[in-house]
């Protein structure tokens, strides 16, 4: 079946740090992988999308690798900033479910200063 | 700018009333739109599948009884709450997805708390 594991948090970094979160996937058929930003208060934003192997989403500063070999998709940044706090979640969607999301159980990061 | 308008944005209900959530998609006609519900510090966990024109798909363990869904149109889907209880507090998504290789776009979310 589909699914997506991600790295527990909550994770808390100070303002500059190096950002890792880590997304894993199984799946069948050939997914496309998704991060999405959860701010306070608000609903979900896609933050940055690759559909296929070896492509690179970036957007904000942050990037993540479609890895088909080890079947990954972790989101890095290599600065981050007190804004960037919010919960990410890391998704999939295969062709042949049409259009349902499957979701990692998000990861809340909180930058200090 | 955003393409599903989700309202009400929060609400506070008494335990045994109902309540209605509309999700608007505002430049895509959705034949088809999501249900998500979000308890705290979890994941999204896919409610329904919301079809236009017909009734609406649930995954296991959603009561179709309980949550009412309405897709009377091709830009509103509505899902009802009926005899809210406390347990039924929580943060409750939709979204719509323009085509296979796009990405959804989400409403802006409700929080519904049954006091």
């Known amino acids: 079946g589909n699914s997506v594991t991600q790295m527990e948090g909550p994770v808390t970094l100070s303002e500059e740090a190096f950002l890792t979160i880590n997304c894993t996937y199984t799946a069948t058929g050939y997914p496309s992988l998704f991060w999405y930003v959860q701010y306070p208060g608000e609903g979900l934003q896609l933050l940055l999308k690759a559909t296929k192997a070896d492509d690179k989403g970036s957007n904000k500063g942050f990037e993540a690798t479609y890895r088909k070999e080890t079947t990954s998709f972790h989101l890095e940044k290599g600065s981050v900033q007190v804004s960037d706090s919010a919960v990410y979640f890391c998704?999939?969607?295969?062709?042949?479910?049409?259009?349902?999301?499957?979701f990692g159980t998000g990861t809340s990061l909180t930058v200090i200063p | 700018g955003a393409v599903v308008s989700q309202h009400p944005s929060w609400v506070i209900c008494k335990s045994g009333t109902s309540v209605k959530i509309e999700c608007r998609s505002l430049d895509f006609q959705a034949t088809t739109m999501f249900w998500y519900r979000q308890f705290p510090k979890q994941s999204l966990m896919l409610m329904a599948t919301s079809n236009e024109g017909s009734k609406a798909t649930y995954e296991q363990g959603v009561e179709k009884d309980k949550f009412l869904i309405n897709h009377a149109s091709l830009t509103l889907s509505t899902l009802t709450v009926t005899s809210a209880h406390p347990e039924d507090s929580s943060f409750y998504i939709c979204s719509e997805v323009k085509g296979a290789n796009t990405e959804a776009f989400f409403g802006q979310g409700t929080r519904l708390t049954v006091v």
């Open positions: 998704a999939l969607k295969t062709t042949n479910t049409g259009n349902q999301f499957y």
